[in-house]
Structure formats: C-alpha cells, structure tokens
C-alpha cells in the first residue's frame, strides 16, 4: 500500500522506517531543504527503548549518546553561585535511558531507512482529499505541483502541523500554550563560554556542551504571544525581550548571539501540548508532536515520536489498511502513555523555571540538599569499600 509521511524528523523517519519494514511504499515529504538541525540532546526512555531495540538500533544510540559528567553552577540574577545541578539526579527515568544529541539521532534514523523510501524536499502538502470511508484513499496534492493518492497520509509534521490543519482542523483546537517558550542556539566557538543555569523568577538561561559544542538555552515563562511562528526576526525580538532582564554573568554575550541572524542551530518555540480527541480521521493520521506533544519540559517528545510511529504502523498494518478498524486498537495502546508522558511536563516545569524568588530559594535548597546527599553517599561508598579491601 501506499503511505505519505509529512515530515522527516523522529516522528516521520521512524515512520518511514516502520511502514517501509512492513511492506508499504513510503513517500516522505519535509518542508526544509534537508532534515533540521539543531536542538538540545534529547531523550530516548520508556517504551521508545523497545522500539528502538526492535529497530535494531539501540546499541547505536547507545553508542552515541551524550554523558553527563560534570554537574554544573546554579547562578542568582547577580551571576553568583547559589548551588550545584548535578543532572544525573533528574536525567534518567530508569537506567536504561539514554541520551542523545537530536542530529546525532535523526541520522542513525536516516541511515535505518531502505533507499526505496522517496524523499521530497522543500515539499509540503498544498491539499488533501479523502474518501473517509476509512477504506479508501487520499488524494493529495503537493506544493511542487504534483499530485497523488495515497492509501494513507501519516502527518509526523510536529507541533504546528499542517496535516492536522488540513485534515482535523485549526491549530488552536488542539494546541494549548504550556506557559513558556524555549530558545536554543549553538554557541559562536571563538570565544571561551562557562557551563552553568541562571534562574531568575519565570526565565531559566544555561549553558552547556551538549556533546558538539557550546549550547544556549533559554526557558522563559509567558503567556501566549501572537507571533508568526515562522518570522524568525519575530523570534530573536521576543527572545531579546525576555534576556534583557539579565545583566549579569554571560547573558549579555549569549543575548548578542541570539541576535545573530547567521547564528547556527537557531531553535525557537512554545512550549505546548497537543491533546486530541482522535489521531485519527478517515485515512489520515498524526503521530508525534503533531498529534500529541507533551511539551519540551516533559523529555518525553522523542520518545512518543518513535513509539507513536511503530504502534501506527503495526495496527494498520493488522488490519490490512483498514483505519476504521486500526483507529481503536491504535488508541487503546497508546492514550494511556500518551496521557502519562504528557504529566511529566508538569513535573519539569518547577524544577527548571521556579516562577517566584521564594520558589527558586526553595528549589536551590533542595538541589544544595541533593549535593549534600550524593557527597555523603560516595563517601559511604567510600568506606564501605575500604572495609571490603581490610576484610
Ligand atoms: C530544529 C528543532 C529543534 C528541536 N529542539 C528540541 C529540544 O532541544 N528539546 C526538545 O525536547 N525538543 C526539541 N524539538 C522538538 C522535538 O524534535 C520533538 O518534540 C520530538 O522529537 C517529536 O518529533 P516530531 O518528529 O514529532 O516533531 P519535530 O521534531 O518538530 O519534526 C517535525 C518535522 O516536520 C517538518 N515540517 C513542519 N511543517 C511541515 C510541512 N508543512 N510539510 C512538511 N514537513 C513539515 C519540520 O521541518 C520537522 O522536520 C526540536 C524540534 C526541531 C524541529
């Protein structure tokens, strides 16, 4: 059968490679001129780790991922140091969880994927009609100008998806505002930059080597802007906006990069959630953010992406192509960790962006009594040891 993926990042390679493995012609169309880059490593966990294994590419990712070592500085509005964030105390959901740079992932997904697969760049989906009789077919016109029909179309298009658009309706039905918005930039290498977070009330701005270099990133709180999320001059005024607030440590020197229009891995958003009564609708489908976002601060996005994209195409699969009969069976296995990843963010957003002074004190007393802990059980550790060598 013949499948159409709408974007090529986790949700739309994984889907690629699933709906490839399973026997069906694949086309994936993705609007940039080459998979995007950039991005903070993100996070391979929970149920994406089977699916990797199944992808066989676990051991690769494995492999590649990013350690987290040293943990860093905790810096006041004044840039002076105010406790310790060793990331270890939060990374993992188990220990089997990995890590793992965003570009480093979408090419190990890339490379999985047979050459049958056709890849259309700077492609998008103009128009789309479906027989939404969950039997039929799609007719699907491109922005190139060429035209199709498909037996489904897969929107893996992220949080601003146009498949959702075309076939379930406006983004504000869908999308809810999470209360921040999240910037991140590589760092220019001419110059030496420290690791470390600053939090002030509402607006969290660190440092870090994610593994390919120095990396800013930005976590401010708001409520929704009306912005073309597609301007990016309109994202560097909103982020310029949020950084004045800091005059202290680098924050002027990382302001000014963000300001660079040529500055590498330029990323900038809200930080949303995608809740959907249906992922499905006749013939369409979305998976990934597009479908079920669970907001940057849950860490559970890439994770969905890829699980959301097996489960998809196992069940259609199943059921010969028959979404009216896929449709349930997909739901049933996926609503509950949807709704579970989705909670998460809850869990994040407090510990990363304390929303008033008091908060971000008691924050800081718990990441000192963290630091007080882990000392005192590497030095139990220690000893016990030791004991072990006398005995
Ligand atoms: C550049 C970038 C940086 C990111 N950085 C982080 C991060 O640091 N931390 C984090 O937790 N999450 C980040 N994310 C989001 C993260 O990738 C997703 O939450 C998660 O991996 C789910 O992936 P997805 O494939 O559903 O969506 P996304 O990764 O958002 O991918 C959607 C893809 O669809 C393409 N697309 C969009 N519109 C169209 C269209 N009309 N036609 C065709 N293709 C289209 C996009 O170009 C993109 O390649 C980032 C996303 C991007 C695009």
Not at 77 to 106: C, H, P, Y
Not at 295 to 303: D, P, Q
Request: glycine share 8%; proline share 4%.
């Amino acid at each position: 059968m013949n499948v159409l993926v709408s974007g090529a990042s986790m949700a739309g390679l994984s889907a690629a490679y699933w709906f490839a493995h399973l026997g069906h012609r694949v086309t994936v169309v993705e609007r940039s001129d080459g998979l995007r880059p950039g991005g903070a490593p993100i996070d391979v966990r929970g149920r994406a780790l089977g699916t990797a294994q199944r992808m066989g590419i676990l051991q690769r990712i494995d492999d590649e991922k990013v350690v987290v070592s040293q943990p860093a500085p905790v810096l006041d509005a004044k840039g002076m140091q105010v406790a310790t964030l060793d990331l270890r105390w939060f990374a993992n959901e188990t220990d089997d969880d990995i890590e793992i740079s965003r570009d480093r992932l979408n090419n190990i997904l890339l490379g999985l994927i047979p050459k049958e697969v056709k890849f259309r760049f700077e492609v998008s989906i103009a128009s789309l009609v479906d027989d939404q009789d969950g039997q039929g077919g799609v007719d699907v016109a491109l922005t190139d100008g060429s035209q199709g029909r498909y037996d489904l179309v897969v929107g893996a298009d992220g949080l601003h998806s146009n498949v959702r658009k075309l076939a379930f309706g406006p983004e504000k039905n869908y999308v809810r505002h999470f209360g921040y918005y999240v910037a991140l930039l590589d760092l220019p290498k001419e110059r030496e930059w420290s690791r470390g977070m600053l939090n002030v009330p509402g607006l969290k701005i660190s440092v870090r080597n994610a593994g390919d270099g120095p990396q800013a990133m930005m976590i401010a709180a708001s409520p929704e802007i009306d912005y073309d999320h597609r301007d990016l001059a309109a994202h560097r005024k909103i982020i310029d906006g949020f950084l004045s607030r800091v005059d202290a440590w680098q924050v002027p020197a990382i302001r000014a990069a963000f300001m660079d229009p040529a500055a590498k891995g330029f990323y900038f958003d809200s930080v949303s959630q995608t809740h959907m009564p249906s992922w499905t609708q006749g013939n369409v489908a979305v998976i990934g953010d597009a479908g079920h976002c669970a907001a940057l601060l849950s860490g559970m996005g890439t994770t969905l992406a890829m699980v959301s994209a097996e489960t998809l195409a196992r069940t259609w699969s199943d059921c010969n192509g028959d979404m009216s009969a896929a449709s349930p069976l997909y739901h049933e296995s996926l609503r509950p960790y949807v709704a579970q990843c989705q909670a998460f963010a809850h869990e994040g957003a407090p510990i990363m962006v304390p929303m008033t002074q008091e908060a971000l004190d008691q924050r800081n007393a718990s990441f000192r009594s963290c630091a007080e802990k882990s000392a005192a059980s590497l030095a139990a550790t220690a000893v016990e040891g030791s004991d072990r060598v006398r005995a």
